[in-house]
T-cell receptor, first 113, second 114 residues
Framework: DAGITQSPRYKITETGRQVTLMCHQT?????MFWYRQDLGHGLRLIYY???????DKGEVPDGYVVSRSKTENFPLTLESATRSQTSVYFC????????????FGNGTRLTVT | AQTVTQSQPEMSVQEAETVTLSCTYD???????LFWYKQPPSRQMILVIR??????QNATENRFSVNFQKAAKSFSLKISDSQLGDTAMYFC???????????FGKGTKLSVKP
């Protein structure tokens, strides 16, 4: 089925480990985003991408790395996980800049112990 | 910088009644878009309704409607005939016309009681 999928759905990792969250969309949307959701903060933008090989920082990029070698994939890597990165992570995509909404994946709940 | 404020962290309503969720935003832009998203316990983010700033007419989607007051920078969501399935977190979001990302409020947790 067409859509946007995130994997894994749940992940537990230890402080200092590297972890990669995957995001794949089948619509060929140009724009993709990574948000984190924390209680009391809503959703905050980590990184976004306007097209393959074009990425830019959002509001809270520290400690994260992204890449986008193919239009359909936008992985998010925590190079050395910290407890403050315990959160729910959402990937989203959209085809246009005008009035099209963001389409979200189902999120990854990451726990850093 | 643009900000989005939802002043009601939690609300409750009786089934079949009407409830209004508040949202205000701060911007100096003239071209922008506003959205309401619903997040049920399943964690999925679901688009409820959207509004273009240049349209004076308030958007409506079935039981959901907005009261868009551009001068006051207010974008409230009205849910009519509330149903148990409306229980969720509701997020107001703003998008500048020239950018793709959304800026979200902190959310309002709505509970619909039988």
């Amino acid at each position: 089925d067409a859509g946007i999928t995130q994997s894994p759905r749940y992940k537990i990792t230890e402080t200092g480990r590297q972890v990669t969250l995957m995001c794949h969309q089948t619509w060929s949307h140009s724009y993709m985003f990574w948000y984190r959701q924390d209680l009391g903060h809503g959703l905050r933008l980590i990184y976004y991408s306007a097209a393959a090989d074009i990425t830019d920082k959002g509001e809270v990029p520290d400690g994260y790395v992204v890449s986008r070698s193919k239009t359909e994939n936008f992985p998010l890597t925590l190079e050395s996980a910290t407890r403050s990165q315990t959160s729910v992570y959402f990937c989203a995509s959209t085809p246009y800049l005008v009035d099209s909404p963001l389409h979200f994946g189902n999120g990854t709940r990451l726990t850093v112990t | 910088a643009q900000t989005v404020t939802q002043s009601q962290p939690e609300m409750s309503v009786q089934e079949a009644e009407t409830v209004t969720l508040s949202c205000t935003y701060d911007t100096s832009e003239n071209n922008y878009y506003l959205f309401w998203y619903k997040q049920p316990p399943s964690r999925q983010m679901i688009l409820v309704i959207r509004q273009e700033a240049y349209k004076q007419q308030n958007a409506t989607e079935n039981r959901f409607s907005v009261n868009f007051q551009k001068a006051a920078k207010s974008f409230s969501l009205k849910i009519s005939d509330s149903q148990l399935g409306d229980t969720a977190m509701y997020f107001c979001a703003y998008r500048r016309g020239s950018q793709g990302n959304l800026i979200f409020g902190k959310g309002t947790k709505l509970s619909v009681k039988p």
